[in-house]
């Protein structure tokens, strides 16, 4: 019996017993421990003890005091379990590590390659480590992980790249028999370690592929021009010293792991950067839906329930809009998500292009933009998904919010679709044509016009009612039943070559982010979904028929961070004002502009908000104004904008205000304020979304939702369409876009088709 090796006793005669370890100095005060602490260098028991102190102290005192010491964990009372302790300094580690000393060491460890990797580096080490290594023929019959059964207690996989599509099979093996496995990649500028996949504890291999693979995306082009199964050839990158380096960790984790020792970021992935030492922790958890070692049904059951909403009280009402949960809250719940390797968003920063006040923030690529080729994932004005706010909190929030709605909304494979006509289906069936909206002569026209614009504004094939398409359900909440949609307008095409079959009908529809949206909870989401289809749709009516609206006196907000705004916007020598698109619906939407007032290229900008609070819906089109402008600051007579898209750069270049005077108020009407809107506070989410369904129904329309959440994701995700509201894209089909203006009493009649605005709104 005596104190841990790592703890070394130094008695102060008068004061204190002091333990000093690699980390700490603990001074220790107990009557008679002055006495007892030399004795305890392992050599004695407690009978030994009691008898040699004898003279000073009681048995019961003695045995009372060596208790105490055993239950603060300072001494060990039998021989460590872990190998090689037979060195007082390994002795000394083992005991620091807490590794418990009740069983034999499990010191048998299988090595196997995957790909073209060397594994002689982490053998060697393997074995440096005083463990016995197994040759890679026949599999090992450990089960379970206890290391005290016969075979390798574990398999060490060493591999050139972990996405090589064999290390599915080996993942496939290790389940079955239920043994653990660490995969290593110790060549390379970074090598990379673990994590120990444990067969029904944590996640497994297609789990952590699942997260790679979408990180990877810039590589299937090469990918499916070489006809690769796997991942693409990179350069071999090595230095011996760096592989020596990590193949001692891989000897070491190893080895912790047979002696027992268990900690967290055993199932982290860890890569060690050989330029600059940086070592860094990945986190890898498992996916619920995962087909592999979760319930890949979970997600189509999902869909298939009606949606259920809930009273939920608001608890955030500034910033961009009533929340379930304050920004600082969501941050913290999903901020894990966020990571180069395996997060589901590869990183949110400022967009230092402008003044910190703009408050932008970006975080990774728009999955709305579809497709994988190197052309298409080119950087853009909406190449990139990103975020807004009144504060950089509210903008950082606002970025992750909406990279996670794009994610999930997604394709993965797992969604329900039912495959057939919308002949045979029938009136359950919300055919592709009522929710774009194209007008037939854009259809016949579309050759054209899809060779000069852009993929935003590109019109599908007309949809043929007899051609087999892929349908998935998506509940009404008016009607109360689930109607089926093309599967193609629901979901992003897959961002990767990750088995996902391919959708029916994707020539006649195509996804965007139009209603998607995420929020703290499933209310919060169809919320703003909803909010944003009125939104568009509003913009859609001025746009295209450039009508002439009246302004929006920001002063009378009394909203004293929009007055900061502007001023700082004359800072940069622009000026900024808004106007009013509320629509019938009678829900406040506003738009924002900004133009340069000191050269003729006035780089036009604006930014649109829709909210039952109007001063909501202010900030909201304000905010979004403000990501616009790192793109043409530091601009003069068109040089030097930060996109390259020629739609854009032709309306920076080319619009003013004189050419475009329905970007100005009407002269004659006053500017209105907050108190033109009757507008009643709530504070329940579930009362808005009475209302919405209220005024959805009494328009004669339908509230269609899908729920998108994904199970590892957590992050309620919804999609929301009202089939009727008009896109802000051009799309020409008859209906509002024509009827409400004169309905408005902004035009006399409907605007003819060839005198819409020729000018497709480009954000």
Known sequence: MGFKRHLRAEVVAGDATYLLSEYEVTALRARGLEQLAPLLDGTRDLSELQRELAPTMSASD??????????????????????????????????????????????????????????????????????????????????????????????????????????????????????????????????????????????????LAHRLRAHRVSE????????????????????????????????????????????????????????????????????????????PGLVARQVKAPVQLRSRPKAAFAGGGHRALAPQQVLERYRHLVGPVTGVVSGIRRDARGPAFLNCYTSGRNLALGGSSLTELRAGLRGISGGKGVTALDAEVSALCEALERYSGTLQGDEPRVRDSARALGEEVITPDRCLLFDPRQYADRHRWNARNGAFQQIP????????????????????????????????DPRSDAGVKPVAGRRFVRADSNGSAAGSSLEDAVLQGFMELVERDAVALWWYNRSVVRGVDIAAFGDRWALELIDAYRGLR???WALDLTSDLGIPVFAALSRRIDQPA?????????????????????????????????????????????????????????????LLPDPVAEGVGPGAYPHRPTSDLRDD???????????????????????????????????????????FAPGRLFDVPVLLGRTPQPTDYQDLNPIPLFV
């Not at 003695?62 to 239950?71: E, I, K």
């Not at 299937?220 to 760096?242: C, E, F, I, K, S």
């Not at 986190?283 to 979760?294: K, N, Y």
């Not at 790192?630 to 930060?642: D, E, F, I």
Request: hydrophobic share 45%.
């Open 62 to 207: 003695v045995a009372s005091l060596v208790g105490a010491l055993g239950r603060a964990g300072l001494l060990h009372t039998r021989r460590s379990r872990a190998p090689g302790t037979g060195d007082p300094a390994l002795a000394a580690y083992w005991d620091l590590a807490g590794v418990p000393a009740d069983e034999p060491a499990a010191t048998e460890v299988r090595v196997e390659t995957v790909g073209d990797a060397d594994a002689t580096a982490v053998r060697e080490a393997l074995q440096s480590a005083g463990l016995t290594v197994r040759e890679t023929d026949g599999a090992p019959t450990t089960s379970g992980t206890s290391g005290a059964r016969t075979g390798a207690g574990l398999t060490v996989v060493v591999t050139d790249d972990y996405l090589m599509p064999e290390l599915a099979e080996v993942d496939a093996r290790q389940r079955r028999i239920e043994a653990p496995w660490l995969l290593v990649r110790p060549d390379g500028a970074t090598a990379w370690l673990g994590p120990v996949f444990q067969p029904g504890t944590n996640a497994c291999w297609h789990c």
């Open 220 to 295: 299937q082009p090469v990918r499916r021009a070489l006809g690769l199964a796997g991942p693409v050839p990179r350069p071999r990158t090595a230095h011996p010293a760096a592989r020596a380096a990590a193949a001692h960790l891989a000897a070491l984790e190893a080895a912790k792991w047979l002696a027992g020792h268990r900690y967290p970021a055993q199932s982290s992935l860890r890569l060690l950067a050989a330029l600059d030492l940086e070592l860094t922790a990945h986190d890898v958890r498992r996916r619920p839906q995962c087909p592999a070692c979760g319930d």
């Open 461 to 492: 094939e007309p949809f043929d009612d007899t051609a087999q398409v892929d349908w998935t359900p998506v509940w009404s909440l008016t009607e109360k039943r689930h109607r089926l949609l093309p599967t193609g307008l629901l979901y992003f």
């Open 574 to 576: 622009r000026e900024v």
């Open 602 to 662: 006035e780089d036009i900008m604006f930014g649109f908000g829709a909210h039952f609070d109007p001063h909501i819906a202010l900030r909201r089109a304000l905010t979004e104004m403000n990501q616009l402008v790192p793109a043409v600051l530091g601009t003069g007579s068109g040089n030097g904008y930060a996109v390259d898209d020629p739609e854009l750069l032709s309306w920076w270049q080319g619009a003013t205000v004189a050419n475009q005077p329905y």
């Open 689 to 731: 979304l009475t209302a919405v369904e209220e005024l959805v129904r009494s328009r004669g329309l339908d509230l269609l939702v899908l729920d998108q959440t994904r199970p590892d994701i957590g992050m309620p995700v919804v999609k929301v369409l009202v089939p009727g509201l008009r896109h802000f894209w051009a799309r």
